[in-house]
């Protein structure tokens, strides 16, 4: 018999890790952390100015609140629905899919998600194996590189700078291909740039993709809230050919002030969809019924107070871009679309102000909520430093304090 002492339990050599390698490596989302520390100091009485939220300051519509009202008192929305959502909703998502981007869309290939949010979650996580790539154009939104990496695939960044006004070529894209390309990530109206893709640049990167079997993941939540000469091109509506590898994703929350309400949706091919409903009805099964008959209420209803919200942004983009562009050292490209401005700070970091030297985007918003109270999402949280992200989703007579605050701060610089 072996007088050997029995091998160690691994617990004993090597101690277990408490949060797994995967969910330790995600990042906060520093939009959120923003915001948070924001709401914090409002909340301890400070005359916090804040642009960091990406939500609508309106209230939702009186006819959409009424119609979740009235869904409270009806038994029928104490119950569960089918995961994927509400048979009546699926239509109503697919008719307005019809009517605001112009393509058909079956309601069986529709999955109704808890906020766009879980949308862009499952939508990566339905397609991508380890090891796949995803061409990510930066400045991108925080959450898709952590919903990319998630899935075990690789976020592919590719820059475009204010010098071209945040969109990325066609010519970028292919010199970021590789065999193991699987999808591309689009986003127009951007969030966090504003910047809105042309039909002939939205079709030119289509083609692209076509040509070379690459997926489009395309986040189309801010659709309805573009300005100027501006159009919203659904990458559906100009290369049909691509429907077969595409994944819309979509939502209520920015176009009828709906944040709080968590409805979103994925609509792609029937296969796709099947599985990522699969996926959602183990992870949440339904949307909160409510919300769902909420939605219901607001895809069907009328589009004039999407539009009067919309004008309302219109006005506050104008004099946000105005008053950006003129503090020294800032250059801020007019936002076609979406509610934010995306400044290029990188003419004044480097200088003092006020005793101290902020050399990334990061320190200097650190110094402008310390200093004057306002808050701004620096550029880090969604690519290189060197930009702020703004909303211009609040008060105009908060948007203009708080800019003018910046103004004074940043006059100081030298
Ligand atoms: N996509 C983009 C581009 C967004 O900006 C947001 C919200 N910040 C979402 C999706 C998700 O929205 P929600 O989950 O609130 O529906």
């Known amino acids: ?8 339990a691994l617990s ?5 890790r408490r949060v797994s390698a995967r969910i330790g490596a995600i990042a906060p989302s520093a939009t959120l952390a923003v915001d948070a520390k924001a709401k914090a100091l409002k909340a301890a009485g400070r005359p916090v100015i804040g642009f960091g ?21 009806d038994i029928a929305t104490h119950r569960y629905t089918p995961a994927g959502g509400l048979p009546v909703l699926k239509e109503a998502i697919a008719a307005a899919t019809l009517r605001d981007s112009g393509y058909q869309v079956s309601p069986a290939d529709v999955l109704v998600t808890n906020g766009g ?39 592919v960044e590719v820059f475009a700078g204010a010098d071209q006004d945040y969109l990325v070529t066609v010519d970028q894209l292919e010199a970021a291909r590789t065999p193991a390309t699987k999808a591309l990530l689009l986003c127009s109206p951007s969030n966090p740039t504003g910047a809105v893709y042309s039909p002939e640049q939205t079709e030119a990167i289509g083609r692209w993709a ?40 979509n939502g209520v929350a920015k176009t009828y002030a709906m944040t709080g309400w ?19 009805s183990h992870l949440t099964s339904n949307v909160a019924n409510v919300s769902q008959r909420a939605a219901l209420a607001a895809l069907t209803g009328p589009l004039d107070v999407v539009e009067q ?20 050292g800032v250059t801020c490209p007019t936002p076609k679309g979406a509610f934010y401005a995306y400044p290029c700070v990188e003419g004044v ?36 430093s060197g930009y702020l992200r703004l909303s211009y989703a609040l008060g105009d007579d908060a948007l203009v304090e708080g800019v003018g605050r910046i103004a004074e701060l940043l006059g100081r610089a030298r």
């Not at 018999?1 to 160690?8: F, L, V």
């Not at 004993?12 to 277990?16: H, N």
């Not at 792609?268 to 699969?278: E, R």
């Not at 004008?311 to 008053?323: I, P």
């Open 12 to 16: 004993e050599s090597a101690p277990r």
């Open 53 to 73: 939220a990406g939500e609508p300051d309106f209230p939702t519509p009186d006819y959409i609140v009424e119609a979740a009202s009235r869904a409270c008192h």
């Open 117 to 155: 949010k879980q949308a862009v979650y499952e939508a990566f996580a339905t397609i991508l194996d380890p090891g796949d790539e995803v061409i990510l154009p930066a400045p991108y939104w925080t959450t898709y590189p952590e919903a990319i990496r998630l899935a075990g695939a690789l976020p």
């Open 210 to 249: 076509l040509e070379h079997g690459i997926w489009v993941v395309t986040d189309e939540i801010y659709q309805h809230l573009v300005y100027d000469d501006a159009v919203f091109t659904p990458v559906l509506g100009v290369v049909p050919e691509l429907r077969d590898t595409t994944i819309v994703l």
């Open 349 to 384: 970091l480097g200088r003092e102000i006020d005793g101290e030297r902020p050399t990334t985007s990061a320190e200097l918003a650190e110094l402008i909520l310390a200093k004057v109270e306002v808050a701004v999402v620096p550029g880090e949280a969604f690519g290189p």
């Open 1 to 8: 018999m072996s007088t050997e002492p029995p091998a160690p």
């Open 309 to 328: 919200m919309r004008e309302a942004f219109d006005r506050r983009r104008r004099t946000m871009v105005a008053a950006l562009n003129a503090i020294p």
């Open 262 to 280: 968590r409805v979103g949706w994925l609509t792609g091919p029937s296969d796709v969809v099947k599985a990522a409903t699969n996926l959602q």
